[in-house]
């Protein structure tokens, strides 16, 4: 499968963005999609999953961006998608979309994911 994430682009401290991640080569239903972001000088962290329909499409989000960020996903178009609320400078990064077919348990691991594919700049401005 190959992931692309798009959608980023630069916004004033407390706007909004909504990033997609779209699949290709094969569905992505039977997985958990996840985004990720990188901060300048530093590693690759998580930022919100959802799980595979069979799962009930849980979510989960990193506590830095829980009630300001919301990930959705629609398999019918293969995609996936985070809504970015009141972004912060501190949002700035490049953030990256994964599938993962792990436990829901381990979601949150960078290690867990492939198929990044290019990521996405975003950059908040103070």
């Known amino acids: 499968v190959q992931l692309q994430a798009s959608g980023g682009g630069l916004v004033q401290a407390g706007g909004s963005l909504r990033l997609s991640c779209a699949a290709s080569g094969r569905t992505v239903r039977d997985f958990h999609m996840g985004w990720f972001r990188q901060r300048p000088g530093k590693e690759r962290e998580f930022v919100a999953a959802i799980s595979r329909s069979a799962y009930g499409r849980s979510t989960r989000y990193a506590d830095s961006v829980k009630s300001r960020f919301s990930i959705s996903r629609d398999n019918a178009k293969n995609t996936a998608y985070l809504q970015m609320n009141s972004l912060q400078p501190e949002d700035t990064a490049v953030y990256y979309c994964?599938?993962?077919?792990?436990?829901?348990?381990?979601?949150?691991?960078?290690?867990?994911?492939?198929?990044w594919g290019q990521g996405t700049l975003v950059t908040v401005s103070s």
């Open positions: 994964g599938v993962t077919q792990i436990v829901w348990a381990y979601v949150d691991s960078t290690d867990r994911y492939s198929n």
